[in-house]
């Protein structure tokens, strides 16, 4: 799982392995080592909601997603689940999950991602 965040954005990006984890179990989980005893924790979680939210406690980033969409999206071919919620102080977050597509730079297959749809 890749996460990018950028302004008041949050993506993660997920191969096609986590898209199909995240179908069957519910939850997809990675962590960055960033010092010893330190790491920055991210988890994907399915669950009974209308659209993607993000919430922060202490240096653990959660993710959820619609189950329902979560279902259908990992059969079809759109490329993301995407939302947006308050941040406070009249900011917005924009949240997506997408599928992680190969680059044009690397080898078709690489890195277990989604063959892209312009290929």
Request: proline fraction near 3%.
């Amino acid at each position: 799982m890749k996460l990018r965040v950028h302004g008041d954005s949050v993506r993660l990006r997920l191969s096609q392995a986590e898209v199909a984890q995240l179908a069957e179990t519910g939850v997809v989980e990675s962590a960055t080592h960033v010092a010893p005893g330190a790491a920055l924790a991210v988890m994907l979680r399915a669950e009974d909601i209308r659209q993607p939210t993000a919430s922060l406690d202490g240096s653990a980033l959660t993710v959820a997603v619609s189950r329902a969409d979560v279902a259908v999206w990992a059969e079809d071919d759109r490329e993301g689940l995407y939302g947006e919620q308050s941040a406070g102080d009249g900011r917005t977050l924009q949240v997506a999950v997408e599928k992680d597509y190969a680059c044009d730079h690397r080898e078709t297959g690489a890195h277990d991602t989604f063959p892209r749809p312009d290929a």
